[in-house]
């Protein structure tokens, strides 16, 4: 009987990781949508959310989080706000979106090897601070780049005329020529 228990247990679990991770992916799908549909508001709403995690996080250091830590997070927030200045559209290439990106990983393990200092710290709350306070805006302006590749085409001076291109063309073109035709790969 336990062996039974304990295969439909791992089973179970196993149904659920991937139930969890399918809905996270729906639902990233959907706000994505939403995004696309809706700028404006997709831009007040990342705006005000960033305002409310700058109170959580002062609230938080009420519990006694790190006051430095704290005041780095606030600046990283104030930096990914800067990105919605021409909102939806991004520059990838830009300093604020590349100082932006090596903010987000820097933030990450600012706090990760804070936690782990703290050993008394239950990995719930762990968890829900990290994505609340860390992960929550970064992850925002994430999903807000996506319909920006399928519906709006980012644009770069070429001479004196303006050539429309894809977003993730005009990211990628730095590592790749685009001169060099793709060699096909065929049985001889």
Same mark, same amino acid.
């Given at each position: 009987?336990? %062996?039974?228990?304990?295969?439909? @247990?791992?089973? +179970?679990?196993?149904?659920?990781?991937?139930? +969890?991770?399918?809905?996270?992916?729906?639902?990233?799908?959907?706000?994505?949508?939403?995004?696309?549909?809706?700028?404006?508001? /997709?831009?007040? /709403?990342?705006?005000? @959310?960033?305002? /409310?995690?700058?109170?959580?996080?002062?609230?938080?250091?009420?519990?006694?989080?790190?006051?430095?830590?704290?005041?780095?997070?606030?600046?990283?927030?104030?930096?990914?706000?800067?990105?919605?200045?021409?909102?939806?559209?991004?520059?990838?290439?830009?300093?604020?979106?590349?100082?932006?990106?090596?903010?987000?990983?820097?933030?990450?393990?600012?706090?990760?090897?804070?936690?782990?200092?703290?050993? +008394?710290?239950?990995?719930?709350?762990?968890?829900?601070?990290?994505?609340?306070?860390?992960?929550?805006?970064?992850?925002? %302006?994430?999903?807000?780049?996506?319909?920006?590749?399928? /519906? %709006?085409?980012?644009?770069?001076?070429? +001479?004196?005329?303006?050539?429309?291109?894809?977003?993730?063309?005009?990211?990628?073109?730095?590592?790749?020529? @685009?001169?060099?035709?793709?060699?096909? %790969?065929?049985?001889?």
């Amino acid at each position: 009987m336990a %062996l039974v228990l304990s295969a439909l @247990s791992t089973i +179970g679990w196993a149904a659920g990781l991937v139930f +969890g991770i399918f809905s996270l992916a729906c639902g990233l799908y959907v706000t994505s949508e939403w995004v696309e549909e809706y700028p404006r508001q /997709a831009r007040k /709403a990342i705006q005000l @959310s960033t305002w /409310a995690i700058d109170a959580l996080l002062l609230l938080a250091l009420l519990d006694g989080t790190s006051i430095w830590r704290t005041l780095v997070t606030l600046a990283t927030n104030h930096v990914y706000m800067q990105n919605l200045t021409n909102f939806p559209l991004v520059n990838l290439s830009g300093p604020v979106f590349l100082g932006s990106c090596i903010l987000a990983v820097g933030n990450h393990f600012l706090w990760f090897f804070y936690f782990i200092k703290w050993p +008394g710290i239950l990995f719930g709350e762990v968890c829900a601070f990290m994505f609340f306070c860390v992960w929550l805006v970064p992850l925002a %302006l994430f999903v807000s780049l996506t319909p920006v590749d399928a /519906a %709006l085409p980012s644009s770069r001076e070429a +001479g004196t005329k303006r050539v429309r291109q894809n977003m993730f063309k005009t990211m990628f073109s730095k590592f790749v020529r @685009s001169e060099e035709q793709p060699q096909l %790969l065929h049985n001889e």
